[in-house]
Nanobody
């Protein structure tokens, strides 16, 4: 069983930055692809970014590619999401997820989920 714990969310002004972190507890996620998703009020959960188990390949929602960066540190069993130039429309709960081996954009293909961390961007 893998427990994922997100941190780093908060309130930030438009144009600011936040760095989200996801710690994996209970077992190593070195052979898991990791993803970030977000869900805004009244909207469906959407894909943000994902990274392969080795960290050698990443995937992003097209509209976020220039502002968000996903990375991982397998030695620390942790994945991060650097978010720059934040906009009010980035306001959402951000979730970390793990999927055995294969990278995917599809939420229903992930095996484990964290509880989420709130990101609020004020205008």
């Amino acid at each position: 069983q893998v427990q994922l714990v997100e941190s780093g969310g908060g309130l930030v002004q438009a144009g600011g930055s936040l760095r989200l972190s996801c710690a994996a507890l209970g077992r190593t996620v070195n052979n898991y692809a990791m993803g970030w998703f977000r869900q805004a009020p009244g909207k469906e959960r959407e894909f943000v970014a994902a990274i392969t188990w080795s960290g050698d390949s990443t995937d992003y929602k097209d509209s976020l590619k220039s502002r968000f960066t996903i990375s991982r540190d397998n030695a620390k069993n942790r994945v991060s999401l650097q978010m720059n130039s934040l906009k009010p429309e980035d306001t959402a709960i951000y979730y970390c997820a793990a999927r055995y081996v294969l990278l995917t954009r599809h939420a229903n293909e992930y095996d484990y989920w964290g509880q989420g961390t709130q990101v609020t961007v004020s205008s």
